[in-house]
């Protein structure tokens, strides 16, 4: 059943980084991103309401995304709301969520200020259905989370979800209690405007005033989202913090482009983009989710993205309680282990110079799940870069010699990352080659650096 999960979250939403056209240069843009470009592994973080049902609703399993509980049992708001005085999160520690985001070796975090079910994670004057006024907590938990990442060098960003709110009557989604958003015409049938001016509006003008540099905000499904109604957000972000970024997914142009969730697309791409993933099936905490992948996938999945010019956002769901589960910590923390000997070839990388290494199109004209051609993808190896370097991340054992696709330059000089251990570097009849001692260092991933004459690749 959970697999289904991923399925529903591709298909909730799909902005192929690769498909568009790239936008012309843009100076300021890319001074905002720098910071991101260099960053390239963030931690997600969902966490509200959904987690004290955690799956489950009056006895009966729900199915679908944690966070998505309230829509797909129908949950009245009044009902919805009772899950408010049970949210007594007394195990949460800021600094230790921090602490873990940083043994991950990542560097930015992202957290839910406000998910579609409309609660507000944050103490709020546009609404009194926040966890300070709603919930016998009573502490604003982005607060302590910011003055976290303030005192430990760490970004942060908000995840706002600026179109549904299935807690107004007015906002996008709740069909069950208000009736549908639009007509079969598509007119409009609730006052979304009053409901964008009244809440969302303020309530995004709240996070950017009370909690320091905001790294990002990360908009999400933008329903009935206008470019003029879009544009309103994006005028509040840039005159309240000019440097803050804005996700692909506002419903007006962002600053970087969103993938699908989980989707990592086949090509790179040099304008800057991001992929939000999961580490088990679902974003908000579902207690009978345990399909966590392994640290081996994650790694292969933040390199693949790397290579490709992305940035690998990874979810953890933090329970009622306020505990991230272990399962996540663990493999976080292993991830983390490897880039403190391999970051390296991860953080302010480049892309490959060659791509073959990537896969291919199928030529029997599948179709992938969201009916696009599939793509047949390698994971044995993949290529990060540096001025006058390449990373060469193995996950399998390369037979030995491994052949490097052909290069103009001049290659130098190979050693292993993790131990500057050198590695057999052999040009002959044209072809130049990699001798790695076996069995593999690292079996999750070794890396082998590569350099070159130049300061770029010519093929
Ligand atoms: O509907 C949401 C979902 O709950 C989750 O927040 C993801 C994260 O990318 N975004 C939407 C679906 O794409």
């Given at each position: 059943?959970?697999r289904l999960l991923s399925v529903v979250s591709i298909l909730a939403l799909t902005l192929g980084a690769q498909t568009q056209?790239?936008?012309?240069?843009?100076?300021?843009?890319?001074?905002?991103?720098?910071?991101?470009?260099?960053?390239?592994?963030?931690?997600?973080?969902?966490?509200?309401?959904?987690?004290?049902?955690?799956?489950?609703?009056?006895?009966?399993?729900?199915?679908?995304?944690?966070?998505?509980?309230?829509?797909?049992?129908?949950?009245?708001?009044?009902?919805?709301?009772?899950?408010?005085?049970?949210?007594?999160?007394?195990?949460?520690?800021?600094?230790?969520?921090?602490?873990?985001?940083?043994?991950?070796?990542?560097?930015?975090?992202?957290?839910?200020?406000?998910?579609?079910?409309?609660?507000?994670?944050?103490?709020?004057?546009?609404?009194?259905?926040?966890?300070?006024?709603?919930?016998?907590?009573?502490?604003?938990?982005?607060?302590?989370?910011?003055?976290?990442?303030?005192?430990?060098?760490?970004?942060?960003?908000?995840?706002?979800?600026?179109?549904?709110?299935?807690?107004?009557?007015?906002?996008?989604?709740?069909?069950?209690?208000?009736?549908?958003?639009?007509?079969?015409?598509?007119?409009?049938?609730?006052?979304?405007?009053?409901?964008?001016?009244?809440?969302?509006?303020?309530?995004?003008?709240?996070?950017?005033?009370?909690?320091?540099?905001?790294?990002?905000?990360?908009?999400?499904?933008?329903?009935?989202?206008?470019?003029?109604?879009?544009?309103?957000?994006?005028?509040?972000?840039?005159?309240?913090?000019?440097?803050?970024?804005?996700?692909?997914?506002?419903?007006?142009?962002?600053?970087?482009k969103s993938t699908g969730d989980n989707v990592i697309p086949p090509e790179a791409s040099?304008?800057?983009w991001?992929t939000p993933a999961t580490?088990?099936d679902?974003?908000?905490?579902?207690?009978?989710?345990?399909?966590?992948k392994?640290?081996?996938q994650?790694?292969f999945k933040?390199v693949d993205i790397?290579s490709k010019g992305g940035?690998?956002?990874?979810?953890?769901?933090?329970?009622?309680?306020?505990?991230?589960?272990?399962?996540?910590?663990?493999?976080?923390?292993?991830?983390?282990?490897?880039?403190?000997?391999?970051?390296?070839?991860?953080?302010?990388?480049?892309?490959s110079?060659f791509g073959d290494e990537f896969g291919e199109y199928t030529a029997r004209g599948a179709k992938n799940v969201r009916g696009e051609k599939l793509f047949l993808p390698q994971t044995e190896w993949r290529?990060?870069?540096?001025?006058?370097?390449?990373?060469?991340?193995?996950f399998a054992?390369?037979?030995?010699?491994?052949?490097?696709?052909?290069?103009?330059?001049?290659?130098?000089?190979?050693?292993?990352?993790?131990?500057?251990?050198?590695?057999?570097?052999?040009?002959?009849?044209?072809?130049?080659?990699?001798?790695?001692?076996?069995?593999?260092?690292?079996?999750?991933?070794?890396?082998?650096?590569?350099?070159?004459?130049?300061?770029?690749?010519?093929?």
């Amino acid at each position: 059943m959970l697999r289904l999960l991923s399925v529903v979250s591709i298909l909730a939403l799909t902005l192929g980084a690769q498909t568009q056209p790239p936008r012309p240069p843009d100076a300021a843009r890319e001074k905002r991103l720098e910071w991101f470009r260099e960053a390239k592994y963030g931690l997600f973080i969902h966490w509200g309401l959904y987690a004290v049902p955690a799956g489950e609703w009056k006895g009966q399993r729900s199915l679908g995304l944690g966070e998505w509980i309230m829509n797909r049992s129908k949950i009245p708001v009044a009902e919805y709301e009772a899950f408010a005085k049970q949210f007594n999160p007394v195990k949460f520690d800021a600094d230790q969520w921090v602490q873990l985001a940083q043994d991950a070796g990542m560097k930015y975090v992202v957290i839910t200020s406000k998910h579609h079910d409309g609660f507000a994670m944050f103490k709020s004057n546009a609404s009194r259905y926040n966890i300070v006024d709603a919930t016998p907590f009573k502490r604003d938990v982005l607060k302590e989370l910011a003055d976290a990442c303030a005192r430990r060098g760490m970004r942060l960003g908000f995840y706002y979800s600026q179109s549904q709110d299935w807690h107004e009557k007015d906002g996008a989604g709740n069909v069950w209690d208000f009736g549908p958003d639009q007509g079969a015409d598509g007119k409009e049938l609730k006052n979304y405007d009053a409901y964008l001016r009244g809440k969302a509006e303020p309530q995004v003008k709240e996070l950017l005033t009370g909690y320091g540099p905001v790294a990002l905000i990360w908009f999400d499904t933008p329903r009935m989202m206008t470019p003029e109604r879009g544009q309103r957000f994006a005028d509040i972000v840039r005159s309240l913090q000019p440097n803050t970024l804005i996700d692909g997914r506002l419903g007006t142009e962002g600053d970087y482009k969103s993938t699908g969730d989980n989707v990592i697309p086949p090509e790179a791409s040099t304008e800057a983009w991001e992929t939000p993933a999961t580490i088990n099936d679902t974003w908000g905490f579902r207690k009978d989710d345990t399909n966590w992948k392994a640290p081996a996938q994650i790694a292969f999945k933040l390199v693949d993205i790397v290579s490709k010019g992305g940035n690998y956002l990874l979810n953890v769901g933090p329970t009622a309680e306020g505990i991230i589960p272990q399962p996540s910590q663990d493999i976080l923390r292993t991830v983390g282990r490897w880039l403190k000997v391999n970051g390296e070839a991860v953080y302010g990388a480049g892309t490959s110079p060659f791509g073959d290494e990537f896969g291919e199109y199928t030529a029997r004209g599948a179709k992938n799940v969201r009916g696009e051609k599939l793509f047949l993808p390698q994971t044995e190896w993949r290529v990060t870069s540096k001025p006058g370097k390449l990373y060469f991340t193995f996950f399998a054992e390369p037979r030995a010699p491994f052949e490097i696709p052909a290069v103009k330059n001049r290659l130098t000089r190979a050693y292993r990352l993790a131990d500057n251990a050198p590695v057999e570097l052999k040009s002959e009849k044209g072809a130049t080659t990699l001798t790695l001692e076996r069995p593999m260092l690292d079996p999750m991933a070794t890396v082998v650096v590569v350099e070159y004459e130049g300061r770029k690749i010519e093929r």
